[in-house]
């Protein structure tokens, strides 16, 4: 898998990440295509790995009875996919499908969980990586939440 | 309904001018553009950013975006979101009525100044129809910019605005359209999310770009914030904000946002100049 | 409006010529408006002589008080100011913006109907600063409003220099009085005592020299200058408040979270008295209305308050629902952003507000507890800060 590597090392969510990290999650990593229309994941699944997008696009949504699948959020080319891998209790709360033809890098969550623990410096690297991209998830929900394009009095 | 007449002996600040409706579109199921024609020969201008004052009458007076081109000849356009009871007398206007039109009022976007750098419009909601006569100047002078970026977030696809037009302009190789909205079913194949996460997608040099801002007053904060955070210096962001306006000519003081009056001293702002009111709970 | 000339010689007229000064300007076609009493208050209203004038009378002005009481001589000017400022008749609190008819109608606007031409008799050096401030909101911008320009235009101006300072003014705080020194027809100081009651006079443009030809008069007496100087000279000395105006406007900005605010919105009634007073504010609300054919449209304008819930509406609600905000607008626009707007402070020290306001806000004691408290400057010990 030598072509992963500088895409992960080029990828803005590892800059910085030391060599010997990208290696080790370089041999977590592979490639993997969704046609449109098929899921990268679903509600109540295990969560075992994350996503890198190199292209297409992917959307996280929720279906209830009455009014089919309700898209929360979309992910772009570059965007990443799937926090629920490093938390317990390792589920898939949201359905993802890709819009398009998805090409991504897969990268094996119950082997870097591991190695987590093993290295907590690598632990702490990733969390703080992705503590960031929840941050920007959480202030954009909450944006989206104030229905701000909203007839005025619709959120109150 | 009486009969309007444009032959006034003196005109004075408060006398609305007789326009006739020549088209009325429904935009979306709470948004009309209408056309609005002067009478007679009577020219008018404007420039990209300002509005008038439209009077239903006798229910009353509203401020209004001018939202076409203001290069073109021919009738002014005006989009109108129904939220009350005059501009849901608007709404409901047909070609041939009259609505009575005072303005052209407050400052515009700086187009001369965005000349020669990159330009980001950032619009949400409602925000677009007083943005676009600004694209429509940038896209008529287009040599003089560089890269240009519309960033455009609705509520859902159902209240996405001027969809044929984002779908000229999406096609062209020359301006980059990037469209999301806050929440959409399953069939939506375009994003979900917000506006200002497109800011970082956008493709513009943020040390040489200028950036207008427009939409609810919580959005064109956050939108700030991603600017900021994306490079672009303050003083070369602009925005446009909005309070109770009565006279629209600096007389009624209600349209006050701490020391600017906006029908006056905007409706357009450099960042730099509200950021201190803009932080301030009611103002 | 008027310039004062230069040089304007002092005359000096005695009281009896008051009569014929107001004679001579009724010749002329002025309609005179002048303080006289009105529900227990010395109010502006049509006069026709010096008999309507509140002879004998003065006030006694506090936070939230206003009496009329007896003086022991008969002096026509020896009181300050009223509930009532002359925007009442230059601004007036309604009025019609056009009417249009059915069919071929004109829009009418009130400047085409005839205008009374005023002469204002009795206006204080504060008020005549607050006609200067008004002109620059009315007819000072980029459109002129003419209902406010029709009144201003011929009105002539009879100011008097005040013979004594209310508890509630501070004119000399605000640089706006006691002495009227610009922007009057005729300036008077009354000058009562020695057996004698007679008027110090100095025009201050061309037509008020052409009016005072006419009505009997002699040069002053140096005597009668120094008596005049002196009589302003101790108004001055009796200012019943003061308001510290050095660096206002920025101490203002840098305290719109002051906790202060929140203490005076615990007090503040939003009563909009202050604004109805006040003669510098300006607010109007803007109203359209048909008759019930529809065939008859017009449009109103009446004064507006910003403590008003309706003021800051923009869809769906008020920009400033709660009491401290609106509070906080009112008193930072008087003193302070009123100058970025229109380049002069919007208060001239006259004290209404505080008499009007029923439970007393000072507007003079607010801004001293800011600045005594101003969040820019470290705590040194208990003040400024907190939540």
């Given amino acids: 898998m030598d072509s992963l590597e500088p895409l992960l090392r080029d990828h803005e969510f590892f800059r910085g990440l030391e060599p010997a990290y990208l290696a080790l999650l370089v041999g977590c990593a592979s490639n993997v295509v969704f046609r449109e229309g098929s899921f990268l994941f679903r509600e109540g699944e295990p969560a075992d790995r994350f996503f890198l997008l190199r292209h297409g696009k992917v959307a996280l949504e929720i279906a209830g009875p009455g009014h089919g699948a309700l898209i929360v959020q979309t992910v772009p080319e570059g965007g990443i996919i799937g926090f629920s891998w490093l938390f317990e209790p390792h589920r898939w709360q949201f359905d993802a499908r890709a819009v398009e033809l998805t090409r991504a890098v897969a990268l094996d969550g119950v082997c870097l969980r591991g190695k987590c623990q093993q290295d907590t410096r690598l632990g702490y690297d990733l969390m703080q990586r992705f503590a960031r991209v929840a941050t920007q998830r959480l202030q954009a929900t909450r944006l989206q939440l104030l229905d701000v394009y909203g007839r005025a009095g619709a959120y109150r | ?283 | 409006m008027a310039s004062i000339t230069s040089g304007g010689r002092s005359l000096v007229m005695a009281r009896a010529s008051l009569d014929t000064l107001l004679d001579v300007l009724r010749s002329r076609g002025f309609r005179l408006v002048g303080p006289t009493i009105r529900d227990g208050a010395i109010g502006y209203d049509d006069i026709t002589s010096s008999a309507d004038l509140p002879a004998g009378w003065t006030d006694e002005q506090d936070g939230g008080f206003y009496r009329l009481r007896r003086r022991d001589d008969d002096a026509l000017f020896g009181y300050n100011v009223g509930p009532q400022s002359w925007k009442r008749v230059l601004f007036p609190p309604s009025s019609l913006l056009w009417r249009l008819r059915e069919a071929g109608g004109e829009a009418a606007g009130p400047s085409d109907e005839p205008a009374d031409r005023f002469a204002f008799i009795g206006v204080r050096s504060c008020e005549l600063h607050a006609i200067t401030i008004q002109d620059r909101v009315f007819i000072g911008g980029n459109q002129v409003d003419p209902v406010y320009a029709s009144r201003r235009d011929g009105a002539f101006i009879v100011a008097v220099n005040c013979g004594q300072a209310g508890q509630t003014c501070f004119c000399v705080s605000m640089d706006t009085g006691p002495k009227a020194t610009a922007g009057f027809d005729i300036a008077l100081t009354e000058l009562l005592g020695d057996g004698e009651h007679k008027f110090l006079v100095e025009t201050g443009t061309e037509l008020g020299a052409e009016v005072m030809a006419e009505v009997p008069h002699e040069r002053a007496a140096a005597a009668d200058t120094a008596r005049a100087d002196h009589i302003v000279q101790h108004t001055a000395a009796s200012m019943g408040r003061q308001l510290e105006t050095g660096g206002i406007k920025d101490l203002l900005y840098a305290n719109f979270e002051h906790p202060r605010w929140g203490e005076v919105a615990s007090r503040c009634l939003a009563c909009g008295n202050c604004t109805m007073v006040c003669p510098t504010c300006f607010c109007f609300s803007v109203e359209d209305v048909t008759d019930l054919t529809g065939d008859v449209q017009e449009r109103h304008r009446s004064w507006d308050s910003c403590f008003t819930m309706d003021h800051s509406y923009i869809h769906g609600g008020a920009v400033r629902p709660s009491n401290r905000s609106r509070y906080r607008q009112w008193m930072t626009h008087k003193l302070a952003t009123w100058i970025d707007q229109f380049g002069t402070s919007g208060c001239v020290g006259c004290g209404r507000c505080i008499t009007w306001c029923p439970v007393g806000i000072d507007i003079t004691e607010e801004a001293a507890a800011i600045r005594a408290a101003d969040c820019r400057i470290p705590d040194e010990g208990g003040a400024g800060g907190q939540p």
């Fill in chain 2, 1 to 283: 309904m009486p009969v309007l007449t444009a032959e006034l002996a003196r005109p004075a600040w408060s006398i609305p001018v007789p326009w006739r409706v020549t088209a009325a579109r429904r935009e979306v199921h709470d948004i009309v553009t209408l056309d609005l024609e002067p009478p007679g020969l009577a020219g008018f201008s404007f420039r990209p950013g300002q509005f008038n004052m439209l009077y239903a009458a006798g229910v009353g007076e509203v401020p209004i975006s001018i939202s076409g081109d203001p290069a073109a000849r021919g009738p002014v356009l005006h989009t109108i979101r129904d939220v009350g009871a005059v501009t849901h007398a608007l709404c409901e206007l047909e070609p041939g009525q009259v609505v009575g039109v005072r303005g052209p009022y407050g400052n515009s976007w700086p187009v001369a100044e965005a000349e020669g750098r990159d330009v980001v419009l950032v619009a949400g909601g409602v925000g677009l129809p007083p943005l676009r006569p600004a694209l429509y100047h940038l896209l008529a002078h287009r040599h003089s910019y560089r890269r240009i970026a519309l960033l455009y977030g609705a509520r859902t696809p159902a209240d996405l605005l001027f969809t044929d037009e984002l779908a000229t302009w999406r096609g062209r190789f020359d301006l980059q359209v990037e469209v999301t909205v806050d929440a959409a079913v399953g069939m939506w194949r375009g994003n979900v999310g917000v506006v200002l996460g497109m800011i970082a997608r956008a493709q513009f040099d943020p040390a040489n770009a200028v950036a207008f801002v427009v939409g609810p007053e919580i959005m064109i904060r956050f939108a700030l914030t991603a600017l900021d955070e994306a490079g672009v210096p303050a003083e070369r962001v602009f925005l446009s904000m909005e309070r109770n306006m009565q006279c629209a000519v600096a007389m009624c003081g209600h349209c006050q946002f701490g020391p600017f009056l906006v029908c006056r001293d905007g409706p357009v702002f450099p960042y730099p100049a509200v950021a201190p009111w803009l932080s301030m709970r009611e103002v």
